[in-house]
DNA sequence: TCTCTTGTTATACAATTGTATAAAATTTTG
DNA sequence: CAAAATTTTATACAATTGTATAACAAGAGA
């Protein structure tokens, strides 16, 4: 028998390709679920390289958790700050990357579950998770209180504060559930309910977060 | 070596006890983490029984699920429906039994997402699932069908139903992230805030749900 | 082309897992 | 009070786990 053949990636390749494989692989078995045999198989190499670039499977799971809030954060960012047209438009367009792919997905929304399963039991699991949870929240804020100025309604610190905490809740929920998608109702009702439900819940009014314009 | 002493319980007792070592477990461990002889010694027993129960450590992990999330939606309605005063008033403590203990709480949170982030991979959590939110939407709509009225509110079916799925969404969010607790605000301002979002949401006159009461 | 570094594979090992089966103890029944 | 019924314990077993270690091979620099 003669050696598997292999080729040497440069290190951020090999820890992208364990990063991605164990995130696969979580949402499919689970955290345990997840041994590292089926990690390395799935990213196409054998067990011993997670040792090597991370220490321990726990040191892959904990980077992979990390490595997903980046990116379900930087997404919704990223499709906001593409619209430079104004405050509303940047609010609208965040409501609604939120409440369709990539980030609408039932295999995001199970590795976020399971992560938030073990929040409360692992201290790393935490602080990925508070950190996380306050830059979307600052981000929130941040995207909500132009529209408040735009608006001419108070916009307070501490206003701003509880309408993003409000906010980040109805997403959180909404994303949850309409990603499981249940069968109880089409996903494709999910950007207008949440800009709908968005507008209420800031008190602006009706129409103004949608702008007349409907997304196909 | 003598055996170990035990006493006989009913089916009914024996299986309860099972059902909440295995959450008390599952909540700590996870879902393979939470083993069949850690589930056992939890409950005071040894591991064989789980099989006389359950059949199998799968069949007693689905009942589990089953049984949690019966308590937490029996645990809203009840404390809801103590009110008789009025639709109002059903539905703001239906609002804050959800954002109060015993409801509010890291482990059933815990518990609540590590079998969400099995859902979509398991067919047995993805009927428990599904049954248990549209028991919840259904319950929802049943509040707040009549609360519109009160207040001479558009309340189509269809309206009701958007409602409740926003309401919903909300409550799952500020519930989620309200019971991990991540330290950026107190949990004491959930009930207000969820309240008044809630107002907010359904169009509601502001104060309509609150009552003029403060409740400590 | 040759050596050297180190990324990568291969193997070993103790610990733990779910389940199956047999033995024992408790409660109920007659 | 004896005997049947069945809950409960105890033990066995193959399979799988994470990690440690050693052997190998790919690519870089000379």
Redesign the interface.
């Known amino acids: 028998m003669s050696r598997k053949a292999f080729r040497r990636l440069t290190l951020d390749e090999r820890k992208r390709t364990l990063l991605e494989a164990a995130l696969t692989c979580v949402?499919?078995?689970?955290?345990?679920?997840a041994t590292v045999r089926r990690i390395a198989e799935e990213a196409g190499v054998t067990a011993g390289l997670v040792r090597h670039y991370f220490g321990s499977k726990n040191g892959l799971i904990t980077s992979a958790y990390a490595y997903l809030i980046g990116q379900l954060t930087a997404e919704a960012d990223t499709r906001a700050r593409q619209f430079t047209g104004g405050a509303n438009d940047q609010l609208r367009h965040f409501l609604i990357a939120n409440m369709t792919m990539p980030n609408l997905s039932?295999?995001k929304?199970?590795?976020?579950?399971?992560?938030?399963?073990?929040?409360?039991?692992d201290t790393d699991f935490a602080d990925i998770?508070?950190e996380g949870?306050?830059d979307y929240?600052t981000l929130l804020e941040s995207l909500i209180e132009p529209v408040l100025a735009a608006h001419d309604l108070p916009r307070s610190s501490a206003e701003c504060?509880?309408h993003a905490?409000?906010l980040?809740?109805?997403?959180?929920?909404?994303?949850?559930?309409g990603s499981?998608n249940?069968?109880?109702?089409s996903r494709a009702?999910l950007p207008d309910?949440?800009i709908e439900?968005g507008e209420?819940?800031?008190?602006l009014p009706a129409g103004s977060l949608s702008g007349g314009k409907q997304h196909t």
Chains 1, 2 share one sequence.
């Open positions: 949402a499919q078995e689970g955290l345990k679920g039932e295999e929304v199970s590795l976020w579950a399971t992560f938030i399963g073990r929040v409360r039991y998770h508070r949870y306050r929240l504060r509880r905490i409000a980040n809740g109805l997403i959180d929920g909404l994303w949850m559930e499981l249940s069968g109880l109702y009702i309910l949440i439900a209420r819940l800031l008190n």
